[in-house]
């Protein structure tokens, strides 16, 4: 993460007792109360990672229904149900707990305020008034790993991730899966730092790797395009179109659009037609994809480029359907 984002975030972390607002206009509910949206995030907006994923796709989404929204930033866990409920006492009929954490918050604010909608991104207990939505981006790993093992002159790639969260292997496991479609003998190595952010020691981790042979890496937490960009070696961006943090080291990113999913959660609400269920919007949707190649396409075998377009093509017609695999790795 670039310094000024990371001072950006030390001073939003002292703001959370009073969420930020961004007025819209407003829009009928099928009973005749206004809905408005609101989102608690475990951090900065401006991360240009899963949090920017989130406020983009409430702000989109407010946009599209003509909807107030709301957030709140840089929330901790010990925070979250209390942020929750101040937005459900003041009217949000709908409320996201966008983190993997916020699951037993959001429950718990759910059995207080029964009227009030909550998704939250991961939760181990759905009730009548919580549902889940989960971010298929294994989907975009399967082909990053494609592009990965295509793009490779050691035959060795890498991967770094934060914690060994159920989303985390499905993304690694994925990602090997897509490499090994097209180089069988590929290598792969993995790790998790132990962290969802630690910029230094994803950082570490990658130069651990590129030392051991690797020479593209699958960037799942800040710090891993540093490493890339500092030994000269290739990586591949993930949640937002990541090139900006090394131009001629991230190849293609994989990206994540939450706008139709809450645009959708949005309107059953309205429309009185929301369900408790996990709400999941992946490549075939438009929701996961691959940001451009910025002129680094070159740098993968044309064959190889042609074999990810023909398997996003197939993943969108349902003729082919990337494994889900979340099983624990060594």
Do not use: C
Not at 73 to 86: C, P
Not at 148 to 157: D, L, P, Q, R, V
Not at 201 to 229: C, N, R
Not at 247 to 263: A, Q, Y
Request: zero cysteines; aromatic letters at 8%.
């Amino acid at each position: 993460m670039p310094a000024l984002t990371t001072r950006r975030a030390i001073l939003r972390a002292a703001m959370l007792a009073a969420p930020l607002l961004l007025p819209a206009a407003s829009h009928a509910q099928a009973d005749g109360e206004p809905l408005k949206i609101a989102m608690i995030l475990p951090g900065p907006i401006t991360d240009n990672d899963w949090n920017s994923v989130g406020y983009n796709g409430l702000k989109l989404a407010g946009e599209a229904l003509g909807v107030d929204v709301a957030y709140a930033e840089n929330v901790t866990d010990a925070d979250a149900e209390r942020l929750l409920r101040d937005f459900a006492s003041r009217g949000y009929g709908l409320v996201f707990a966008h983190s993997f954490s916020f699951g037993d918050a959001a429950l718990n604010a759910a059995e207080s305020f029964p009227e009030t909608i909550f998704m939250a991104g991961t939760a181990s207990e759905l009730s009548d008034n919580l549902g889940t939505y989960s971010n298929p981006d294994y989907q975009g790993a399967y082909l990053a790993g494609m592009l990965a093992a295509g793009a490779s002159e050691t035959g060795t790639i890498g991967w770094v991730g934060g914690m060994p969260a159920p989303n985390m292997l499905a993304n690694l496991h994925a990602y090997t899966a897509g490499a090994g479609e097209v180089s069988p003998e590929v290598t792969v190595l993995h790790t998790f730092i132990g962290s969802w952010f630690d910029p230094p020691k994803a950082k570490e981790a990658t130069i651990a790797q590129i030392e051991q042979g690797a020479d593209v890496l699958s960037a799942q937490g800040v710090g891993v395009i540093d490493g890339a960009a500092e030994k000269g070696v290739l990586a591949l961006g993930a949640m937002t179109d990541q090139n900006f943090l090394g131009e001629e080291t991230v190849l293609t990113s994989v990206t994540w659009d939450l706008g139709p999913l809450v645009t959708a959660v949005g309107q059953a609400v309205m429309d009185e037609t929301w369900t408790s269920e996990n709400w999941s919007y992946g490549v075939a949707s438009g929701s996961v994809g691959l940001a451009p190649f910025h002129g680094l396409e070159s740098r993968v075998d044309p064959a190889v480029m042609e074999a990810v377009e023909a398997k996003i093509a197939a993943i969108k017609d349902g003729s082919f359907e990337v494994p889900l695999d979340t099983s624990p790795v060594e």
